[in-house]
């Protein structure tokens, strides 16, 4: 199988927090699992970014319209031929028990742990350039200090607090990617434009290309169109379009 890089793109404000929290969410998991000191840094760095997100705006209202339109596409699917019933139950039943569990969730999204003590301290302390050093903050290299598996039990039990937005976000990003048709396209001398289909707005561009070959694509997008750069890096200076034809795979996400 040929070894491939996806590139992606939101096209509205909604996917673009939606993306950015599902990557915090990978990260931080990621380093949840490594024992040294440096490993809880930067999950808990994760952490402090992620309720930095949760702050701006209402993200539960915004996941709650997202659910229910979700659940509204689907949903009339299914006197549609062809469709696998089973399937589709399956995942309305996993949109509406996400929509239960936020409707649940009563407190601020996050509150939790922004009223913790440390990570308030952590919290403030951040938008300061290298301002969570030892000697800053005693009580952070202390608790650093603890055995790695104490550590990690007490950072898997905030992480898990914050399971109520990770769920939903990577079901609704996920039934999104994997509702769209791949297509293969060729960017002649590096370029392609698209007019979408105006009456199902795409929410998010996949450019998949080759990893054996030397571009990548800048995405630009408006209302009424989209267009898609392939780009070769300079030694010196900024990128160039080229002005090889490209093949490439395109989905275009929408429900």
Excluded at 30 to 37: A, D, E, L, T
Aim: aromatic share 8%; proline share 4%; hydrophobic share 35%.
């Amino acid at each position: 199988m040929e070894n491939t890089i996806i590139y992606e793109q939101p096209l509205n404000e909604r996917m673009r927090t939606f993306m950015r929290l599902e990557h915090l969410f990978q990260q931080t998991e990621y380093n949840m699992r490594g024992f040294s000191v440096w490993d809880s840094r930067a999950t808990i760095a994760g952490l402090i970014d992620i309720l930095e997100i949760l702050s701006r705006g209402d993200l539960k209202t915004e996941m709650l319209k997202e659910l229910d339109h979700q659940q509204a596409e689907l949903a009339s699917l299914k006197n549609k031929h062809g469709v696998d019933h089973q399937q589709l139950d399956d995942i309305l039943g996993q949109l509406h028990q996400a929509q239960d569990k936020l409707h649940e969730h009563s407190e601020q999204l996050g509150q939790s742990l922004r009223e913790h003590e440390l990570l308030s301290i952590l919290r403030q302390r951040s938008s300061i350039t290298c301002g969570c050093c030892n000697f800053d903050l005693p009580a952070y290299h202390f608790w650093l200090q603890q055995v790695p598996e104490k550590r990690m039990d007490v950072l898997e039990q905030w992480y898990e607090s914050l399971t109520v937005i990770s769920k939903p976000i990577n079901l609704m990003l996920s039934i999104l990617r994997e509702g769209a048709d791949p297509r293969r396209i060729t960017a002649e001398q590096g370029f392609y434009q698209q007019n979408p289909d105006s009456s199902t707005p795409v929410q998010l561009l996949r450019v998949s290309l080759s990893a054996e070959v030397a571009y990548f694509p800048e995405i630009s997008a408006g209302k009424h169109r989209f267009t898609i750069r392939m780009l070769e890096p300079q030694t010196k200076g900024r990128p160039l379009q080229t002005q090889d034809d490209v093949e490439f795979t395109l989905w275009c996400c929408a429900l």
